[in-house]
């Protein structure tokens, strides 16, 4: 760039006399873009065909059918399926075509509201929205300070201040990772409780077991009242099928006390193409089909209209070394065919994001990580899970992870606002004004849109080689650490009404004096 | 996993029985990822409807009429468009709606083959193909030994046989980077020979001015033969415009010599939205297509039927710096337009790929340029330029990052097979046979398949945290610094007939004698 070009780019920052009302109209832009959660304005990225579609829509009839699933440990679900005219033997379940579907489509909502103690940041799920939630589940964090080490409560609640202070993250998440200092079977209430005090987005209630889903529910009836409970969806909730073809007790108990009191819940079979599913992609999908109408039938069995979400979570597996593997191709393409599935199905869609088996915020973490989440957003996802800080497949949650993550969390953001077709967008004036072998920094159009014009990551670098080396020849992993700790410094708890605090804090003492603390789940 | 798991995993490095027949189809399977370029079975992310393409149409036609192109320094061009029937004044053309498309439209190829010195990798240019390319153009390179130094011509051999050992790659490009340890009048010489020398792929010819250009189709006649060059695609093109609306006599020189040859060019606007086009993307589009659309006229002009792609280079600026910006969501969204516009206007469509402002190979670099090239190939780009390498803006040449970078291209190429529908990938026998609560390691069907199921990327670790240390904790970069060593110890140069050899020889010994050494353009 020449001297004067710079000089002109700088005179970006002084903003003419139509400045005004341009100032306005780019406030409001960047209010949209803090939206509580994308709308969709661009399309899907359908990678079958309308032929394909029909294929795995039969093979998963096929396995209901011939093959069946079983539900484990749980004779009331035995039972729910058998009134609602399907085979039982044991604990086998067997259904005829098109039962399942058409149980679903009769009455599972196309769309539905997951509601925040903010009401401004409540969240839709279906109608082509976007959420996009923290990583959830890692016993480890990993940050560049300690490397990597166990998980506390204070990482719980650092992480939660984190996600609360990034505009582009739209779900607080769960278990954004294992405080282990904490007794297993008691922690679900202090990481219930550091969602509900340090964020006012839409949270998780605890995925296993009925008790730890009661617990979940008794202290969102806390926070919202009892009876918007019961007629609002305010608990968000993953039930993972053990594939192949089975759930268990300890997810179907959770499962019905959600779809009970009508909280959401995404049926999501987690496989590894290979071992818990054929090692093919359109095998792995019909098996995948097949569980979530199983599963999305009894929630629907249990309370007709429930909120409830197919999901898939379909990685891969190493045919060298039996590890998992992220941000592959055939992950990819089942995503965007079960985003297609869970269209044709009439139900929201939900998946995972920033996937990678990386051991460090480095160049395969975000190849890897940044592929997987751009094609959940192809395929139409309205929730994404782990859309920021996963690492080491699912074992650690990184601080800086979260942080270049949160960069294209916004990118998407923005992305899926689609082209600008307005008569400003357009420009035609402005190529008008400046004409052939002229520049446009300075052009009144220019400084008329400077401020909304473009996307702003936070932790990449564009300046100059000599400048980045004047501020510490830094990577990325280490402007995102200054991040975490400035967001960190910077987070003001949004209020909480002292009355609801105390309530919680007492339901939580007295949970936690009715039962010896444990390590294990 | 378990230790039973494991044992199943490691079961899998010992087909059983139907063994060689399935290891022959994995085998062909290999060679089919090893093709000489991607045929894609997918389809495209269209952004833009029908209206929204017909607006951008509309408007870049308004700018051919209203405002025109300039063709500067180069009285020849302005004959041909005044005897087409274009309206010129001065250096300024301008165009009757339609006029350019037209041109275009009856003559230009919508698909066409380039050759290679060794046939079997020749690569096709349309007909949804998608070719990948490396860098082009860095002056400096930057490895984890030495840094970031200017480049020399041991650089560009390294990196054209590291590229030449790399087998998602299918075109050796050009400028892989600049020798600047050679004379700048004198080095594209060097460049051809060391394409023709160190790889079989196709390559580009020197991009700026005539002369070069000249001397560009005088080796490939060397290479191929007179005649078979005057009737076959064997050279590569960009003519970069000079944005906006200008062109200037270095590009059209070299335009001039390669259509009136019958190679390939790529026209290809250059923009940063913001200072060489309007801010906006709709903005962009309009003007990138205008100058697209004079260029390719041109070309028809100039030869009636001469192999041409549409290209597009539409990045973006920092506002607040204005520094260029890579990855980002607004150049998501121009090159899928883009993409739609070239097919539209019926030629093969040349892009850019995995492009960063990032000055290491880290996680920006991967986040942006992850970003950069699947958007490219979800675009339909048969062309993609810069696929690996990139780094800096195009100041720097990567060797990690290249070797990164390749991940993603065998990534891309497995991805775009879309989903296989055979009854073996739909293995259902496997589903029935391996049942509820199992798992498929073991199984027939995962023992039949697993040599070619899933994509093995060479760079990225999915080893348990145990292994990565005790294999010395190494980041992507790190790992990729040895594959790159690898590479170049295990090169072996194609083999290239001695007498061609010596009158490439020859003839750079004679150009260069021919004139005084110069170290500007």
């Given at each position: 760039m020449s001297d004067a070009e710079k000089t002109a780019a700088q005179g970006l920052r002084r903003p003419g006399s139509q400045g005004r009302a341009d100032r306005r109209e780019a406030r409001a832009k960047r209010a949209a873009e803090h939206a509580p959660y994308i709308q969709r304005k661009i399309g899907y990225f359908d990678i079958l065909g309308e032929e394909g579609q029909c294929l795995i829509e039969d093979n998963a009839d096929d396995i209901l059918q011939e093959i069946g699933m079983e539900f484990r440990g749980d004779p009331e679900i035995l039972d729910i399926f058998r009134n609602a005219g399907a085979d039982v033997k044991g604990e086998r379940v067997r259904f005829e075509r098109g039962m399942c579907r058409s149980l679903i489509k009769r009455t599972a909502p196309k769309s539905f509201m997951q509601q925040a103690r903010n009401p401004a940041k409540a969240v839709r799920l279906g109608d082509g929205s976007t959420v996009l939630c923290p990583v959830f589940g890692p016993p480890f964090i990993h940050n560049l300070d300690e490397g990597r080490r166990y998980a506390s409560i204070k990482d719980t609640e650092n992480l939660i201040k984190i996600h609360q202070m990034l505009?582009?993250?739209?779900h607080s998440g769960g278990v954004v990772c294992e405080p282990v200092d904490l007794p297993a079977n008691k922690r679900h209430l202090d990481i219930l409780y550091a969602h509900i005090r340090y964020s006012d987005r839409p949270f998780f209630g605890a995925l296993i077991g009925a008790e730890r889903a009661q617990d979940s529910v008794a202290m969102a009836k806390i926070l919202f009242g009892d009876e918007y409970v019961e007629n609002n969806c305010c608990l968000y909730a993953v039930s993972n099928t053990n594939a192949p073809l089975v759930l268990d007790s300890a997810m179907s108990g959770s499962l019905k006390v959600y779809a009970r009191h009508g909280q959401a819940v995404a049926v999501t079979p987690w496989t590894l193409a290979g071992a818990m599913s054929p090692c093919t992609v359109a095998g792995t999908l019909a098996q995948v089909l097949a569980e979530c109408l199983a599963g999305l039938a009894l929630v629907q069995l249990i309370r007709p209209g429930a909120p409830c979400l197919m999901g898939s979570f379909a990685s891969t597996l190493s045919m060298q070394s039996g590890a998992p593997t992220f941000g592959s191709p055939e992950s990819a393409k089942m995503v965007l065919a079960a985003g297609q599935l869970a269209r044709r199905l009439g139900v929201p869609f939900h998946t995972v994001g920033a996937l990678t088996s990386s051991k460090l915020p480095d160049g395969q973490a975000e190849q890897e990580g940044a592929y997987g989440l751009l094609m959940s957003v192809l395929a139409g996802a309205n929730f994404i899970n782990h859309a920021t800080g996963w690492l080491e497949g699912g074992l650690v949650a990184g601080y800086e992870k979260t942080i270049i993550d949160a960069d294209l969390c916004g990118n998407v953001q923005s992305f899926a606002e689609g082209i600008d077709l307005s008569g400003n967008a357009q420009a035609l004036d402005a190529i008008r004004e400046v004409g052939p072998g002229a520049h446009y920094l300075g052009s009144a159009h220019t400084l008329r849109n400077f401020e909304s014009a473009m996307y702003r990551p936070a932790a990449s670098d564009n300046n100059s080689y000599e400048q980045w080396v004047a501020e510490g020849s830094y990577d990325s992993a280490q402007r995102a650490n200054r991040i975490w700790k400035r967001l960190l410094r910077d987070y003001e708890a949004p209020p909480l009404d002292p009355a609801i605090d105390e309530a919680l804090k007492e339901f939580i003492a007295k949970r936690k004096a009715s039962m010896p603390d444990q390590n294990y789940y």
């Open positions: 505009p582009y993250l739209h």
